[in-house]
């Protein structure tokens, strides 16, 4: 068994030094708030082993370590701030709930005058903290159910162990710095605080690189894909096309009169219009196909599976659903639509953009709020043949 003032002065460093690291990583990445409240444990942890190494070393055990419970108790409740935070919630009276129970326990002389109680009463409070964690990561472990499991175990075993405790110690008295019972708790909180720090800071690097990879592949303002997702996510689909002989469709969508509304209404009009009819082609073209916005008032749908008469189809919901939106709109808009199919282009993507793009510039020249299919005529459609989709 470690001697009990070698674990504590261990405890009291390696909180210091976790803490002193996810501090670091606080100040420089998007989860601030919720690495603070780490960072608040780690130091409530360091002030308890302290706070019980100083008792030790004045021989004192009364009243029944009772300080450093206190410290410890809240260093749990940050934990579980911090996966509120993590998961976009405020952190709720509960927070304080548990030193504040622990707190008036120690006015209670018969609390302090037995350790057993006091055994008890921490393990059910360390328990109910674990069990608020519990909730946390289930009710947002979907984000990152890997290391959400974790995490999860963590808090599992930690909160097996205080209630064994409270069953297999039952009965018994000794004092507070019996080596056993004392030596294994104080390594089991060490190791539970400094777990649960580094598993959340891995959560939110986790989704820290998500949101960044996420940002790097979609269009800030509509949450479409941009240039980039076009081309990775369709050119597999038209080489899956083209083995299994079946159609692809391309639908080009412009806005009718869209600088009118940056004109009359303003640059937030604007974006208001743009974002309701991003929200128009989730709808209409479901999760099947690849909604993205390549320029100003630009967009693009790639359907696979889709030939000339589901893609005219898929265009007529497009309309439909703009005209249903009008409410949320700053004026009633439409939109010109082109449409281009592998049947008559091909399964290149690049010339799929460039005949959707002629068959829309037909569309605006018949008076927009209409769709047209690419038909075969070049010479109808005057917009050259190299046009480069892959640059903005």
């Not at 390696?14 to 690291?21: D, N, R, S, V």
């Not at 206190?70 to 911090?82: D, E, R, T």
């Not at 049947?343 to 047209?372: E, H, M, P, S």
């Amino acid at each position: 068994m470690l001697d009990i003032r070698t674990l504590l002065v261990m405890g009291v460093l390696i909180h210091l030094l976790m803490g002193g690291l996810t501090l670091m990583v606080a100040f420089g990445g998007r989860y601030r708030q919720t690495l603070m409240w780490c960072v608040a444990a780690c130091a409530l942890g360091a002030v308890a082993y302290a706070a019980g190494l100083v008792m030790l070393l004045q021989g004192r055990s009364d009243p029944s370590l009772w300080l450093p419970s206190l410290f410890l108790i809240a260093a749990y409740a940050c934990l579980w701030a911090s996966l509120r935070q993590f998961s976009v919630r405020p952190s709720r009276l509960m927070l304080a709930a548990g030193p504040l129970a622990w707190a008036a326990l120690g006015s209670w002389p018969a609390f302090m005058s037995s350790y057993e109680w006091a055994r008890i009463a921490f393990s059910i409070l360390a328990v109910a903290y674990m069990a608020l964690c519990m909730r946390e990561l289930v009710s947002g472990w979907a984000n990152n159910r890997w290391l959400a499991l974790v995490v999860l175990f963590l808090v599992f075993v930690h909160t097996a162990y205080h209630l064994l405790r409270i069953v297999i110690l039952a009965g018994v008295s000794f004092s507070p710095a019996w080596q056993p019972d004392f030596s294994v708790t104080v390594l089991v909180n060490v190791l539970f605080i400094i777990s649960m720090t580094y598993a959340i800071l891995a959560m939110a690097s986790s989704r820290a690189e998500r949101f960044h990879q996420h940002a790097a592949r979609h269009d800030a303002l509509t949450g479409l894909a941009n240039r980039r997702v076009l081309f990775e996510w369709s050119e597999p689909r038209l080489v899956q096309a083209r083995e299994e002989y079946k159609s692809l469709s391309v639908l080009m969508c412009d806005l009718d009169h869209f600088k009118q509304i940056n004109d009359n209404y303003g640059h937030d009009a604007g974006n208001r219009v743009l974002v309701v009819f991003a929200d128009v082609l989730r709808a209409a073209a479901g999760r099947e196909n690849l909604c993205a916005r390549i320029g100003g008032e630009e967009f693009v749908v790639v359907a696979p599976g889709r030939g000339q008469t589901e893609a005219e189809r898929l265009a007529r919901r497009i309309q439909v659903g703009l005209e249903a939106s009008t409410d949320l709109l700053p004026r009633k808009m439409t939109v010109s639509i082109g449409i281009a199919y592998t049947a008559t282009v091909g399964y290149n993507l690049d010339r799929l953009l460039i005949r959707a793009d002629q068959a829309l510039y037909q569309a605006k020249n018949d008076g927009r709020n209409c769709f047209r299919t690419w038909s075969g005529d070049t010479a109808a459609h005057p917009i050259a043949d190299n046009v480069d989709f892959r640059q903005p």
